[in-house]
């Protein structure tokens, strides 16, 4: 209890993801309890495995979609980026267990030039990021359907393993995801990067008068979502065997990504929340997924209640934030 | 970065005509240069938007590679098509100079198209109140954007997404995932019908006209009435506007009223031309902002002409068949979009980073 209350005052400035973390667990227990009464088993590890595996792709682009969101940007590339980087990089492997090096390379080195392209339009042409990002978005995506229109590459029987196989019970990819997640929280709360982060996020003008370099921050924050994106990209063409062109986009990954970063208490004006937030939204989305499909229910009402819940999770932060400019 | 000294004194310098090239690097337009060709190009500048020179210059080369684009008909077949996307774009307009985002105008663009098939089954005499309960149902869906906007606090890119998730979701659910029923043929003359007889042109279609009182009335609406000043105060300054009387959260609210109107205005016309389909008005949130940022407003509010919106409108649809006539595939038309929509954003920046 102690350990609680000390915490309480940096639960209420908002600088803990405590509440989004009990959130989930209040969906998690909801979500057993109604699997279980209607006669499923929703703790089976079959059904746990798939929770986790569904939360791999959209929660590698979450971290570096919360990056970019908590520096004040956006990015509504992610989507294509995903798609790029999983054709590339199996195009490369070519099915060739010794080339897996070389397309993971391919892959990221990709995913990090969109982010940069990004960043350059964002800082040096002084677009809005939304603009900016939705231009690189369109432009990547007429390069993509002009040069793939259907499954490009393949990869080899060991990369898939990336997506299929688990440890003592964990899939893979789920140590992949903590990894680039415990790097991320290491990057944003832990060094001066991080500091600087939340600092051009929140304003970026008294930043740059405090001496920080904004522009290479936010070219930083988006190269790393670049990268993540790209992650992304290559978990989902280990699943798949091969790369699709229209995995990111058909996934929904941009507007979603941007909805769990939002709906994990990060502001969508930068500088404010946790990333841990975001990692907890992306499972919570993960079980609803998991809870809708043990009822067969139609996707249609799937995708009505996440807007309600996006909407009103985030009408919820702006009351605890309490800000008075209307 | 500013060259504020350099150009200081100077306003509006742009020459219109190197708009594409200056657009693409913020400097590449020597900020210096003689006075006097100067100020005549800011007086031109000023009244006439750059997007409408831009507009000229595609529109010549169009004609020049297909002649046969100037033959009135085609031309008002062009014009046709592209009024769902002008009445779109002056909607999101006036969201935009307010200094927000409507990204639901898609889903209830395809919402409108799927419940007048719905609920009319292609029966003539239940046409008209049909279309009161369209106007009806964007009036709700706009004073609910504007609600939890302004009363919840929450950001308009969010609360759009929500909604617009919500009516895909909704929509689909009443009606099984595909769109049923039938759209009347008195519903659809509206967007695909037209004046016959008119001289030197032949035929005007009533989707034009419907742009031209939906033009007239979003300039008289933004740029000459009182509601119209508050709009920019609440988008060029929000706390500004609140603390000299301004009611921000209603200025902001009928913004996305006057959206959604414009959605149900733009579904009517597409389903006249384009009939039934479930993904009606896929994408149109995002060419309506495309528009606007065409046309020289600045997302994050205060900025923006209906003019320009309109000159954005219609070169963005210029642009699709320009790249069309040059024979451009038809993934690459996107690039080549994004491309153009990122240099528009640019240029503007540049000018906005120039004092006037």
């Given at each position: 209890v102690s350990a609680l209350a000390a915490r309480l005052p940096r639960?209420?400035?908002?600088?803990?993801?405590?509440?989004?973390?009990?959130?989930?667990?209040?969906?998690?227990?909801?979500?057993w309890i109604v699997v279980d009464a209607s006669g499923g088993r929703f703790l089976a590890v079959t059904n746990l495995q798939n929770i986790a595996q569904r939360s791999v792709a959209l929660g590698l682009v979450a971290v570096g979609q919360a990056l970019v969101v908590l520096a004040g940007s956006l990015d509504l590339s992610v989507a294509y980026t995903i798609s790029i980087a999983a054709v590339v990089s199996s195009v490369v492997m070519a099915g060739d267990p010794g080339r897996v090096g070389g397309g993971v390379a391919a892959g990221l080195g990709v995913g990090a030039a969109i982010g940069l392209v990004n960043g350059l339009v964002i800082t040096l042409l002084r677009v809005n990021a939304f603009v900016a990002t939705f231009g690189v978005s369109l432009v990547a995506r007429g390069v993509l359907n002009a040069t793939f229109d259907n499954f490009a590459g393949a990869v080899p029987k060991q990369f898939q393993s990336l997506g299929y196989d688990a440890v003592v019970g964990v899939p893979v990819s789920v140590f992949l995801l903590a990894g680039v997640v415990a790097g991320a929280w290491w990057l944003v709360h832990r060094t001066r990067f991080g500091y600087h982060v939340y600092a051009v996020g929140g304003n970026p003008e008294v930043a740059r008068l405090s001496g920080i370099r904004v522009n290479r921050t936010l070219l930083v924050v988006h190269v790393l979502c670049g990268l993540c994106a790209a992650l992304s990209g290559l978990f989902l063409a280990s699943r798949l065997g091969s790369g699709a062109p229209w995995v990111g986009p058909d996934g929904g990954y941009d507007l979603e990504s941007i909805a769990v970063v939002v709906l994990g208490g990060v502001a969508l004006t930068g500088g404010k929340g946790r990333l841990l937030g975001a990692i907890s939204a992306v499972l919570m989305f993960a079980v609803f997924d998991s809870v809708f499909n043990s009822f067969e229910a139609s996707p249609f009402l799937r995708t009505l209640v996440r807007g309600?819940?996006?909407?009103?999770?985030?009408?919820?932060?702006?009351?605890?934030?309490?800000?008075?400019?209307? | 970065v500013t060259n504020w000294s350099e150009a200081a004194g100077q306003r509006l310098t742009e020459e219109p005509v190197s708009t594409k090239s200056s657009g693409r690097s913020g400097k590449a337009l020597p900020s210096g240069g003689r006075p006097s060709r100067a100020s005549v190009a800011s007086a031109i500048g000023t009244a006439i938007p750059p997007i409408w020179f831009v507009l000229a210059l595609t529109f010549a080369i169009v004609v020049w590679r297909n002649p046969l684009f100037a033959e009135p008909l085609s031309l008002m077949s062009f014009l046709k098509r592209s009024a769902p996307l002008v009445v779109l774009a002056l909607g999101q307009l006036f969201v935009v100079v307010a200094g927000e985002l409507d990204l639901s105008v898609g889903a209830l663009v395809t919402a409108s198209v799927v419940i007048a098939a719905r609920l009319g089954q292609g029966d003539p005499h239940r046409t008209w109140w049909i279309v009161l309960l369209l106007l009806g149902f964007g009036l709700l869906v706009g004073l609910l954007n504007g609600a939890v906007t302004t009363?919840?606090?929450?950001?308009?890119?969010?609360?759009?997404?929500?909604?617009?998730?919500?009516?895909?979701?909704?929509?689909?659910?009443?009606?099984?995932?595909?769109?049923?029923?039938?759209?009347?043929?008195?519903?659809?003359?509206?967007?695909?019908?037209?004046?016959?007889?008119?001289?030197?042109v032949e035929q005007v279609p009533y989707a034009v006209l419907v742009a031209l009182v939906a033009g007239s009335v979003a300039y008289l609406l933004?740029?000459?009435?009182?509601?119209?000043?508050?709009?920019?105060?609440?988008?060029?300054?929000?706390?500004?506007?609140?603390?000299?009387?301004?009611?921000?959260?209603?200025?902001?609210?009928?913004?996305?009223?006057?959206?959604?109107?414009?959605?149900?205005?733009?579904?009517?016309?597409?389903?006249?031309?384009?009939?039934?389909?479930?993904?009606?008005?896929?994408?149109?949130?995002?060419?309506?902002?495309?528009?606007?940022?065409?046309?020289?407003?600045?997302?994050?509010?205060?900025?923006?002409?209906?003019?320009?919106a309109l000159g954005g409108a219609l070169t963005l649809s210029l642009l699709f068949t320009l790249l069309n006539v040059l024979g451009f595939a038809k993934p690459l038309r996107d690039s080549v979009e994004g491309l153009t929509l990122i240099a528009a954003a640019a240029f503007t920046a540049y000018r906005l980073r120039r004092p006037r």
């Open positions: 639960l209420r400035a908002g600088r803990s993801s405590l509440p989004v973390w009990l959130v989930l667990a209040g969906v998690f227990v909801v979500g309600v819940i996006i909407v009103g999770a985030v009408a919820l932060y702006a009351r605890r934030g309490g800000q008075d400019t209307p | 009363l919840l606090k929450v950001p308009s890119f969010i609360t759009t997404l929500g909604t617009m998730l919500v009516l895909n979701g909704a929509v689909f659910l009443w009606t099984g995932g595909s769109p049923t029923g039938s759209l009347a043929a008195n519903l659809r003359e509206a967007g695909r019908g037209a004046v016959q007889g008119v001289p030197w933004l740029h000459r009435t009182r509601f119209g000043h508050r709009v920019f105060a609440t988008g060029g300054g929000p706390r500004t506007a609140w603390l000299s009387g301004v009611d921000t959260r209603r200025v902001r609210t009928a913004t996305f009223v006057i959206s959604a109107l414009s959605a149900v205005c733009a579904a009517v016309l597409l389903a006249g031309f384009a009939g039934l389909s479930a993904n009606a008005g896929e994408g149109y949130e995002f060419q309506a902002i495309a528009a606007v940022v065409f046309g020289g407003a600045a997302l994050g509010g205060g900025k923006g002409r209906v003019s320009a």
